[in-house]
Nanobody, 115 residues
């Protein structure tokens, strides 16, 4: 079983920055895409960013130019650098990893952006 552990959330003022990190642990034979979802109260969970094993990235339109996703394949980690944060970025952020043909999820980490 693969476990994902997130870190780096918190409270920041609008215009500030945060960096989320997610590390995978367990018996990992293969890793494909990794990424981040978020869910705000009353909203559906949405895909924020993903990165494939070859480094191809994709972002939801609302974060393009502000967020950058990266990964370290050797350590099986994925990070999300979030700049120019807005109050509407407030949500619980979940990392995921497609490992061993299954999708694993982190426990979720709160990001709060004050206006």
């Amino acid at each position: 079983q693969v476990r994902l552990v997130e870190s780096g959330g918190g409270l920041v003022q609008a215009g500030g920055s945060l960096r989320l990190s997610c590390a995978a642990a367990g018996i990992i034979v293969s890793v494909n895409a990794m990424g981040w979802y978020r869910q705000a109260p009353g909203n559906q969970r949405e895909l924020v960013a993903l990165i494939t094993s070859r480094g191809i990235t994709n972002y939801v339109d609302s974060v393009k130019g502000r967020f950058t996703i990266s990964r370290e394949n050797a350590k099986v980690t994925v990070s999300l650098q979030m700049n120019s944060l807005k109050p509407e970025d407030t949500a619980v952020y979940y990392c995921y990893a497609d490992t061993n043909t299954l999708r694993s999820w982190g426990q979720g980490i709160q990001v709060t952006v004050s206006s």
